[in-house]
Every structure is written in C-alpha cells, then in structure tokens.
C-alpha cells in the first residue's frame, strides 16, 4: 500500500456498478493517485457490499434508517477513523448536509445521470431521471461527474460526457446505456483527477485550511 497516495471512500447504497468501475480502474491503473480504502453504504442489503468484499476492500454500513438524526455524524466519525481524504458517491441515495460537506470541501464527487444543469436537483434520481429528459423530447442525455457542494447537483462540473436517445428509448433502457457509455466511464477518470489534485497539494504541503 502507497501511503502518498490519496485515501478514497466510496459512499453507496444500491448495487455498485460504479463502484465497480471504480475498483476495475484501479485494478487497471486508471485510478492511481488514489486508492479505496472504505466503502461505507447506507443500506445493510447493497449488493456494493459484496463487490467491495470481493475486491478486499473494507466495507462498513452506516445504516441510514437505524441512525435517524445522527447518521451524518455516525458517516463521520467512520471517515475519519479511517483518515478518508476524498470521497466518491456512487449511487449514494442521501443528501449530505451543508455542514456535512463543510468538513470535506472540494473533497467530494458524484456521478449523476445526465447533462447537468438538466434534469437535476432535488428529486432528480434513479428512473426519474430518464423519465424527465424522454418526457422533454431530448435527443441527447448523458451524465455529470460534479464536485458536491450545498447545492443539490450544483457543484462544479469535472466530466460530462454525451449519450444518444433513441426513438424507442424507455426510461431503463436509457438509464442502462447512459451507465454503459458514460457513467464507468467518466467516474474513474473524474476520480484520479481529482486525486491527482489532492495528491499534488499534499506532497506540495498546500492543505485546505479546512482540513
Ligand atoms: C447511477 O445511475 C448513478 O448515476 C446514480 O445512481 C445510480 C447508481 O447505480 N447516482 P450503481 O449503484 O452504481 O449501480
């Protein structure tokens, strides 16, 4: 284990197959300045579990439903038992708060399922998505790679990437290939560049004051 390189925690709740992007990239070496040290998921039942156990990698749960008011500071007091210096939602199904993020400024990405600003926001997850830009008419969609501020899917863009609709597009066939074509693979890419960022501050001694 490289101890310079960036330590990642991977925040999901449902099957993972962006986290499996993520572990494939860094098998690969798409993903170098970082490495998945945790994935914490929100749902004790998420198939990401098991894809984190097969790739051995730690998983905990913080268990949304069984924390109520303090499972930001359960989420918390995990990431910073394992020194997590970047985090990654993917397929995260919880807003993070204000004071939440305050503590990882610039530290947080997500991946969201189309071409931001459309169809984004509160509300916009899942099928939704793909059911808003097909009821729209859109003729091209996508996905966002975004750093994570107190704006619901407002933060800065990192990596879009585009994806034809097709006339006979449903909402899941859409959402399968909008993953397939754009989401595995902007994340891992998005992902090393923002690690590539924090490792270059690190060893330059430049920190946010934040941390
Ligand atoms: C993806 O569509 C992602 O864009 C959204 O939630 C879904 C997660 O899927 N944020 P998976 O758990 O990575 O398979």
New binding site residues.
């Given amino acids: 284990m490289n101890s310079d390189k960036i330590k990642i925690a991977v925040l999901?709740?449902?099957?993972?197959?962006?986290?499996q992007a993520l572990i494939d990239a860094q098998r690969d070496g798409g993903l170098r300045s970082g490495e998945i040290a945790l994935v914490v998921s929100s749902n004790p039942g998420a198939y990401?579990i098991n894809r984190a156990a097969n790739a051995g990698i730690e998983a905990v749960t913080v268990c949304r439903k069984e924390m109520g008011d303090q499972f930001e500071a359960q989420l918390i007091r995990t990431l910073e038992k394992h020194q997590i210096e970047m985090i990654i939602?993917?397929?995260?199904m919880s807003i993070l708060s204000a004071d939440f993020i305050s503590h990882f400024t610039d530290r947080i990405i997500?991946?969201?399922?189309s071409l931001i600003p459309s169809f984004c926001g509160k509300g916009m997850?899942?099928l939704h998505v793909h059911e808003a830009a097909l009821a729209y008419g859109v003729k091209v969609s996508g996905?966002t790679a975004h750093y994570v501020n107190e704006v619901t899917d407002g933060g800065k863009i990192i990596l879009q990437k585009a994806v034809r609709v097709r006339q006979d597009d449903t909402p899941e066939s859409l959402?399968k290939r909008?993953?397939k074509q754009a989401?595995w693979d902007i994340l891992p890419r998005a992902a090393e560049q923002v690690a590539k960022k924090l490792r270059k501050e690190k060893r330059g001694g430049s920190r946010p004051a934040t941390e």
């Fill in positions: 999901v709740s449902g099957g993972g197959t962006n986290l990401a939602l993917a397929g995260f997500n991946i969201h399922p997850y899942g996905a959402q909008i993953m989401e």
